[in-house]
Structure formats: C-alpha cells, structure tokens
C-alpha cells in the first residue's frame, strides 16, 4: 500500500518537470504609475482626467498582453513603458517636462528581478524611447548606466530612434517651466520643485482640485511574468526646472527602480533627490526581506513614515513574488492602475480611490 503509493507519487513527479509546473500555475499581473506631485488649484477637466484614465489602461493592457502570452517580464515592461513615452500626457520622452536651459534629458533604467541585472540611461537627449536604449545597455553593454553624449552615441551606433526638439515640445510642460522660473525669481529659491504649502493634504475632495500639468507624468512599471520573474523598470524627463545634467533618482538601482524577484519590484516617483538619499525602492526590498515585512507595510513605512519626515514627497508601486501590489504615495495623488492576478483592472488619481 505505502509502496505504491510512493510510486504514484514518483510518476506523478516525473510527469511534472519545474518548468511547466511553473508554467501552470504561474500567474501574472501588472502595475504601472504616472507620476506623483502635488496639487494647486483646479484645471483638471474631466476631459483630461478620462484621457489619462484611458492611457493608463491602455498602457496596462498592453503589458498585460505581452504577459499573458507568455512574454517575458522585460518585453512587458518594455511594451508598457512605450505606450507612456509616446504620449504627450506624461513626463517621459514625448512629454518630457523642461530643464533649466529650456531642454529635455530624459532618465530611464529597467531591471531584472531573476539576475539583478539592470540598464540604465541618465541626461540623454532625443532619444524617442529611452526606455529602449535602457534595455539595450542591459543586454548588449558590459555597463548598468550610460549617460549623456556617450549614451546617446553608443545608442546611435545600436539603431537607436531619435527624434528632433519639436517632437518633445508640449505647450503646458512649456508654461510649467515659465511658471518655475517665476516662482524661483520670487521665492529666490533657485529650485523647490514640492513647495510645502501646496502640499499640505490628502484630503479626497481638496486633491480633486489640482493642476494636472505642473509635476506630473513620470512613468513606471512593476511586473510579475509567468516564470515568476519580477521586473521593473522606469522613465522621465524628470523635474521641470531641474538644472540641465541633473540626474535623479529614476536610474540609479535601489532609488527610484528595483528588481528582486525573491522579494520585490519597486517603481517611484517624486523628488527624486529624496529618493535616492533614502534609496526608497531597495528599502521597501529589505523591509521585506530583513524584516519579514508585507509589501504593504513595507511600502507605507517607507514612503509614508521615513520618506514623509524626511520631507519626502512622492509615491511607488510595488509588487512582491505572489503578485500582491501596493500603491502607496504621501503627496495628494498619483496617477496608477494596475491587473492584478485575478485579472481586476484598476485605475486612480487620488488618494483614497
Ligand atoms: N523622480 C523623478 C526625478 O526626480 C521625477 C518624478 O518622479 O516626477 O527625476
């Protein structure tokens, strides 16, 4: 009786190798954000708002697909984040927000949560999909970062698309830029992309009343694909005003971007100097990991507690190897959404949808 059943169960292994058995019952889901800010008085049309609900979800169901047919984590990531970069409603390639010298430098990394592995490009210009190049410095270049002239160089030797200034121009990323430099010529701070007094709350009805064109739209993915491989990856123009070579947070591993498929896949956005001297996306991976953390309560003590009184403003998303996602962010809204393993499509604004 118990022989045979060892039997059974030895057949019953065989018949079953590792990888469909991963194949099987793997599961995949998809998280995407579109920037985090701060909010000031109301030009958010409902008109606008649908737009960007619809290229959120748009964005989603383009990762999804990549997912559900068995694409890999880094062709999702990669499909997503294009979708973002080609629309003029976010703060990455096409609408790119202004530097201080009236330019556009674009920052964007992706990364492999099964092999750390990771690429990533800072202060390129007129590349049409950094996000792209990204992946190439990943998987043709012996480097993780490439930035500037010789990225830009190296990406054009690769077959990169570049496209001319007019392609990343977008009036109200224009006038956001007048407005900084108004605002710096008053206050005689230089840079202060978060000023405090506009981002007092997260009351539902007060963040309805926001200015959707000022510091919004950087754009960010976290996948889980069916071989159980979490990927991230992320792309911006960064922060309107920002003096022309800055780079933030958005392309250096564990700031703004982090992959570890036996913990978690994290995106960010906000003032990327904060995120990176409290390297947020690699935090939220060790609370889990040192602390035996859930994703949620990783995610809310870092971004809401440590970021938060550090004087932190921003958001992420994160997904752990089961495919749970936390949207977690401190200023009034972030754009995001996400299919989660059931299938459930999500899209939101503000805090407390
Ligand atoms: N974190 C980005 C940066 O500092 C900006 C953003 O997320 O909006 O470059």
Not at 147 to 161: L, M
Not at 275 to 282: E, I, T
Not at 322 to 339: E, S
């Amino acid at each position: 009786m118990k022989k045979s059943l060892h039997v059974f169960l030895l057949a019953l292994l065989i018949s079953i190798s590792p990888a469909q058995a991963i194949a099987e019952k793997g599961r995949v889901a998809i998280a995407v954000h579109g920037g985090a800010g701060t909010m000031k008085p109301s030009r958010a049309t409902p008109e606008l708002e649908r737009a960007y609900r619809e290229a959120l979800t748009v964005a989603l169901k383009t990762g999804y697909a990549v997912l559900e047919s068995g694409g890999s984590g880094l062709d999702a990531a990669v499909a997503t984040i294009r979708v973002m970069e080609d629309s003029p409603l976010f703060n990455a390639a096409r609408g790119a927000v202004f530097n201080s010298s009236g330019g556009n430098e674009f920052d964007a990394i992706i990364m492999d949560g099964d092999t750390l592995d990771a690429g990533a490009v800072a202060a390129i210009k007129g590349v049409r999909n950094p996000i792209e190049l990204a992946r190439l410095v990943l998987e043709r270049s012996p480097h993780v970062l490439l930035v500037g002239e010789s990225a830009q160089e190296w990406g054009r030797e690769q077959g990169i698309e570049f496209q001319d200034p007019e392609y990343f121009y977008t009036e109200r990323r224009w006038k956001s830029l007048e407005a900084a430099r108004e605002r710096a010529r008053q206050s005689g701070i230089e840079f202060d992309p978060f000023p405090t007094q506009e981002n007092k709350t997260q009351d539902k009805e007060a963040a309805k009343d926001f200015d959707p064109s000022g510091r919004f739209g950087t754009v960010g993915v976290v996948v889980l694909d069916r071989s159980g491989r979490l990927t991230a990856a992320t792309s911006t123009g960064g922060l309107t005003n920002k003096r022309w070579g800055r780079v933030g947070d958005t392309p250096i591993i564990g700031a703004g971007t982090y992959a570890d498929s036996r913990t978690c896949a994290v995106s960010g956005t906000g003032h990327g100097e904060y995120f990176m001297r409290y390297m947020v996306a690699y935090d939220i991976c060790a609370e889990m990991k040192y602390q035996g953390r859930s994703i949620q309560v990783a995610a809310e003590s870092v971004v809401m507690d440590k970021l938060k009184s550090a004087g932190g403003n921003g958001g992420v998303i994160a997904m752990d190897a089961q495919g749970n996602i936390a949207m977690v962010f401190n200023t009034p809204g972030m754009y995001r959404g996400y299919i989660d393993i059931e299938g459930k499509l999500f899209t939101g604004i503000y805090a407390g949808e």
